[in-house]
């Protein structure tokens, strides 16, 4: 018998896609223009218009990247907050904020490369789809055709390659958004992922991990569907969007694409000995209520990243060591004493903890991102051997630690009125190296100016995303935080942070204050630029300006033997600053940091606090109209929301 596979052309391939899209609740798509992509615009784009998606459009793909990257992480932030909590199984009372992101074929989809790798490592789930041109074309030297695309961008989740004319791409993209949010772990008894059956789709397995997937789509000519097409498209579009009033009825959108999973929550025990410890890096937005009450209740000293969502979660709270990458380096007393580590999200700002998470003499314990989608219980055991606890190298999962006989073994429920000596004593050190570290502190250096304005925004209820280096530096050592602290600490990186922040605010629905170097601000000025008919978010950029990369002078590269180079090669200043840049892109702008009278940190509290708007007679409104061909009403759009402060520190 002779098995004949269904081709479909492109539009239907796009629009099977967009109903898999629909049908996996992903709501916030980001488009990067494109001529190959064409027949996904022409799918998604008739969502939009019926309100079941909201599309987000930006000219350069890397600004796309972040942009879908700052969303991804709002949308889970926001989740949290709102008190839905995602099991391991899907959602409660909230989506799971997986975020689409659409480009055209070749460079373009490289450019995504630096997004996708913050957004493996800081496990934020991203759904690159790159249209490709058909398999026919590899190889033979075709116009914007890489011979393999699907291998482009490294470090996701899952790639899958989807022949053109595939008559199964809603179903394989509900399954690549399940896989983005971790919720895969076995493609399924050794099936090909693509297809369930031989075919010339490739995939590789699932990893279980929350992250970025490529779903490489082939689309073949015509990329425009015929008038029918799309007015039926419309239709079935409307005739759906009208049952997906509500999170159930948008199933109607899957049809026999829809993924199930079981709704089983994990059971976590973590071992509490003496000499316990809890450190809390970024954990991509997700909450630690769970982890907040077992490290109160059991009077656990928290080393908690500005980031770490411990940090706001515990801010009143005695249990948070201030300074504690200084305690590590400066007490050695209670560094040895340390026995086992609790670990929660991604710890990689100081040395001093990435030295005590690699000490195979500690028990390193650690939990997942989402820790109160777990159910976590705590356990001690009495006087375990080293090589009992630390087991290979010291570092293992939580669910490797609770699953190991020796473990639980004999082990006993911890009381909650634990004795605080071992808490009490790690606050006090680091309040004391507070305490010295603000006696010595020159009260108008260009260090500590910028320090006292991150700790001034960091002491306000706002949304501060705070960039690498020294911004994030500043506030491991601030000891009142009440913002929400966002940052890409994945990789630590300082590309893309303005259209991250961007996309923050979008998936919150609220304002984000961007604290930034200027080094950091010249990466990304393209994030600057939003499309007319697009919406820009909400944000503040506060960017510290002292011409260069000041941070190296505060490494091993300001050492005499080797400062002669340390200017050129490492601090590269500019001599810049982003007046017309602000201009140009239509921001307002405001530069503090002038006048030697006066103080610096007043006179951006007075700044930051203003609510003028912008006029005819402001320095941004004379600055404006002596800008050839910047119209009236880009002038007028320049607003609170939508503002550069520059503090200058030269």
Known sequence: MVEYQVMLNSSAVAQQIARGLASSGVTEVVIAPGSRSA????????????????????????????????????????????????????????????????????????????????????????????????????????????????????????????????????????????????????????????????????????????????????????????????????????SLAAKSANEASKSAFAGSDAVSYSDSAKDISVRILPGTVIVAGDAGGHAATALKSLAEEHAIPVLAEPSSPLTSELRDSSVVVPAHARVLSEREDLRTAIRTVIVHGKPTLTRPVAALLADSEVLVQRLPDDVDAVSLSARSSESPSVDEVAGSGGDSTVSDVAAAPNTVSGGTPLHPSMDTGWRDEWVRAGEAIIAESRRTREVESTQSSARAITEELANRDINLFAASSNTIRYLSEATDVRAHVHASRGLAGIDGLISTATGLSLGLGEQVVLVIGDIAMLHDVGGLLTPSAEEGGDVIIVVLNDDGGAIFSGLEHSQEHVAPYLERYFTVPHGRDFKNLAVGYGWEYSRVGSRKESSLLDDFIAEFDSNSEVDSTSEIGTAARGVDGLESNQVTRMRRGRRIIEVDLT
């Open 39 to 238: 027949p996904l615009i022409y799918a998604l784009a008739p969502l939009a218009e019926a309100g079941v998606i909201r599309t987000h459009v930006r000219i350069d793909e890397r600004d796309a990247g972040f942009l879908a990257l700052g969303l991804a992480r709002g949308l889970r932030a926001k989740q949290s907050r709102a008190g839905g909590v995602r099991t391991r199984a899907g959602t409660a009372g909230g989506r799971d904020g997986a975020v689409a992101l659409v480009t055209t074929s070749g460079s373009a989809v490289a450019n995504l490369h630096p997004a996708v790798l913050e957004a493996s490592y800081g496990h934020l789930p991203l759904i690159a789809i790159t249209a490709d041109r058909p398999a026919r074309l590899r190889g033979t030297g075709a116009n914007q055709t890489i011979d393999d695309q699907s291998q482009v961008l490294s470090d996701v989740r899952v790639r899958i390659d989807v022949p053109a004319g595939s008559a199964d791409a809603g179903q394989l993209f509900a399954e690549a958004v399940a896989h983005s949010l971790g919720l895969v772990t076995d493609p399924g008894s050794g099936r090909d992922l693509v297809t369930g059956a031989a075919s010339d789709t490739e995939s590789e397995s699932g990893t279980g991990e929350v992250g970025p997937v490529q779903f490489n789509v082939q689309f073949d000519v015509p990329l425009v569907p015929t008038v029918t097409e799309l007015a039926e498209w419309k239709a079935a579009v409307q």
